[in-house]
């Protein structure tokens, strides 16, 4: 039987990007349902608005915020944990507004192959379909996501905003009772020889470890 999925984002001053691909998150076809949940990090443009217009059109959108704490990781780990707090589904799959969706039938192709014997999947969007790469536990994904989450090089955004670069998989999925074991990687520090260290270990993994999954999707 197909899972139903809470799709759950973080967004900071990005009503433009709200406007042009959150509709793709709204629209998929997907018959056991499912509810996108975005957590306003406080923005100072117009995203608020944005998202009560939206509201009034796609009911299964919700929405909440985030008031700005000290701290860059600790604010993107708090807003992950009220967004998925909120969710009604046992499945949370966590992205970015930036990863649009490429069809209509993204959350149809995961539901058909999702591996709910894996504690965490990474998920991988191309042009022709995703790619779906399962871990049996969310510690043996944890060198993935704190070589994406922490990086040592920073980044400003057009609000001169620092945030550290999202790394290659475009979404997790993970079962809400996994989540703060996720979230504990959000904290840790890496210094440049752990990070060298993490590079080889996904290349150990990637060789001793079963395939991916890999799910065409029409368009």
Known sequence: MKESFSIVMTVYDQASELESNLPAFLTQEYEPGYEVIVVDETSTDNTEDVLKIMKNDYPHLYTTFLPKPNRQV???????????????????????????????????????????????????????????????????????????????????????????????????????????????????KITWSHLISIRFGILWQSLIRRSSTTTLVTQ
């Open 74 to 188: 600790t604010r993107r780990k708090l807003a992950i944990n009220i967004g998925s707090k909120a969710a009604k589904n046992e499945w949370i799959i966590i992205t970015k507004i930036e990863h649009k969706p490429i069809a209509s039938d993204i959350l149809q192709a995961i539901g058909q192959v999702h591996d709910q014997e894996a504690e965490l999947t990474l998920g991988y969007m191309g042009k022709k379909g995703i790619r779906l790469q399962p871990f049996d536990t969310v510690e043996e994904a944890g060198n993935h996501i704190l070589k994406a989450e922490r990086k040592l090089r920073m980044i400003f955004n057009r609000n001169q905003r620092m945030s550290y670069l999202w790394g290659r998989y475009d979404f997790i999925i993970i079962p809400k009772n996994c989540l703060v074991r996720l979230l504990g990687f959000y904290e840790h």
